[in-house]
């Protein structure tokens, strides 16, 4: 059973960093494109940055173009999102998600979600 789980969401203050994990179970990453999404309060989810299993990555979302980067360890089966100079704005729920596909950015492409990671980025 393909299962994604994030992590490493939490308090921090503005200009700080975060390293979120989303760990892979039931298939190995080198076959999916591996998206990060976010959702905001009283906002759409919207698509962050995704990496192809070529290793590739494309940013979906002008306002993390230069502090946010994704990477993937595929001796752990893991995903992560680099987050710094986070900004208030930042703060959102973090989702990863698994496609068997290109990269996209929009939420109906992805059939299979991780529960959420929350970053709150306050002072």
């Known amino acids: 059973q393909l299962k994604l789980v994030e992590s490493g969401g939490g308090l921090v203050q503005p200009g700080g960093s975060l390293r979120l994990s989303c760990a892979a179970s039931?298939?190995?990453?080198?076959?999916?494109?591996i998206g990060w999404f976010r959702q905001a309060p009283g906002k759409e989810r919207e698509g962050v940055l995704c990496?192809?299993?070529?290793?590739?990555?494309?940013a979906y979302a002008d306002s993390v173009k230069g502090r946010f980067t994704i990477s993937v360890d595929n001796a752990k089966n893991t995903v992560y999102l680099q987050m710094n100079s986070l900004k208030p704005e930042d703060t959102a729920v973090y989702y990863c998600?698994?496609?068997?596909?290109?990269?996209?950015?929009?939420?109906?492409?992805?059939?299979?979600w991780g529960q959420g990671t929350r970053v709150t980025v306050s002072p």
């Open positions: 990496i192809r299993n070529s290793g590739g990555s494309t």
């Open positions: 039931g298939f190995t990453l080198n076959t999916y494109a």
């Open positions: 998600a698994a496609v068997r596909s290109p990269c996209s950015g929009y939420v109906s492409e992805y059939p299979y």
